[in-house]
């Protein structure tokens, strides 16, 4: 009972995490209005906890495990804490970019460590896989509630309170996770790898930049060059990886094509996630012309979808082996991307519930494949590894898919000629027409890229995950575990 209590306490910065994220988007016009920063700024003030976020999970992962998770999670919920009152009362756009990079670091904290103490403390594979069901719910949990608080505070005070929702949740951690939460680390380590967990920062910081600098301004040298110098750094941190007594990155994890197919498929699933959130939104607006609040209003039925089958996959695991789950999961996500494909409200709106229903219990069993297969003292690098891959994912998602939609679209724009309207239609109302039609156009092909996409990962899962890796035994000499 008492691990279930500390589940409860482990939900509480997944909840932080996505309230901060969706929040801060409601906030953004009267931020903009009272801070006046540029377009860089506000930028990098949108995107730098991601940019951080995504270039320190590894490094953080491996840190749990190094000098105890239950010790990180703490420290890094206070850091949260801290940086968000400093994000709440900044007074000028710089100083809320310093708390905005402080909330990535702690975040890349968060994550992992959650992920590693549930390994942990619920060494059942059952028990584990409806721990992480929940603890994959509460992220929906943060999403459904964030237009709520989030509108109720930006209607009553300024916009740095927005941030101090995460507050609260801190305090209660910082309160209760001493008491409930064991605490972990490997015994075995007895270094960190400083050197590599900067050249992997620096990595895949230069890597999401230059393809968000993508997504942004289209095909230019400089993002391109960022991206190449991304890759040059990647690859000396794996050979540096493959020579050092105890690396930060276990290359040997990949050695089984069971965890290589569970890794790719999360990244996958969030690059055709995040690849098409933007395009839908645009949709709504655009093209079926709803108002912002009711675009909002018509995800909320995906978000739902995947609070409840967040519930649906361990449940099934009951009577399919996690693999033949995993494969469902990623062909429902297909089957909702083709039937988005059809365009229309109802046909959007279903299509964003199937691929929801189907995106929960892929997510959930791949990671809780590719964390249970490692040995316990290595949970937190594990855990990282499938967290970082979504992030990459999500960010070429964000570029590649948004440019499938931009090329498209202005294919249309240019081959289809203006004039075709009824007389006494305007020459704007024309073109107005034309850029519908061809943004619906684009809006198809892109849904239907990603449905092969993901048919193609179903398949591969299908195939691969036959049979359930079999879980590492624990190595008691190698991990050390206590209640206090």
Known sequence: MRNWAGLAVLALPCLLV??????????????????????????????????????????????GDRIGRRRLLLIAAAAFGV?????????????????????????????????????????????????LGIWSASFSLGGVASPLIGGTLLAHFWWGSVFLIAVPAVLLLLLLGPALLPESRDNAATSFDIIGALSSLASVLLFVYGVKQLAADGWHPAPLLFMAVAAVLGLSFVRRERRIAQPLLDLSLFRDPRVTVAVGSNA?????LYGTQLAIAQYLQLVLGLSPLHAGLWTLPSVLAYLGASFLGPALTRYLPP???IAAGLATMAVGFAVLAFGGLTFVVTGMVLFSIGLAPAYILSTELVVSTVRPSRAGMAAAV???????????????????????????MAGRPVGTLPDGVSAGGQVAHQALTAYGSAFTVMAAAAAVLVLLAAILAAKVLRHRAAAASPVVDELETTSV
């Not at 801070?35 to 976020?53: A, E, G, K, R, T």
């Not at 000028?92 to 402080?102: E, F, S, W």
């Not at 990535?104 to 594979?125: E, K, N, Q, W, Y």
């Not at 070429?396 to 249309?412: D, P």
């Open 18 to 63: 996505s309230l901060d994220a969706e929040v801060l988007n409601l906030a953004a016009p009267q931020l903009t209005a009272a801070l006046h920063p540029s377009n860089v700024q506000l930028l990098w003030i949108m995107d730098s906890y991601v940019f951080v976020v995504g270039g320190a999970l590894i490094a953080m992962g491996v840190l």
């Open 83 to 131: 940086a968000s009152l400093l994000a709440a009362f900044a007074t000028t756009p710089v100083q809320l970019i310093a708390a905005r990079i402080l909330m990535g670091l702690s975040g890349a904290s968060l994550m992992p460590s959650t992920l590693a103490l549930i390994r942990v403390m619920f060494p059942d594979p059952r028990r584990r896989t409806i721990a």
């Open 268 to 272: 996958l699933s969030y690059f055709v």
């Open 323 to 325: 693999g033949r789950v």
């Open 386 to 412: 499938t967290e970082t891959g979504c992030e990459l994912g999500g960010a070429l998602g964000i570029a590649i898919l948004g440019s499938l939609v931009l090329a498209t679209y202005r294919h249309g």
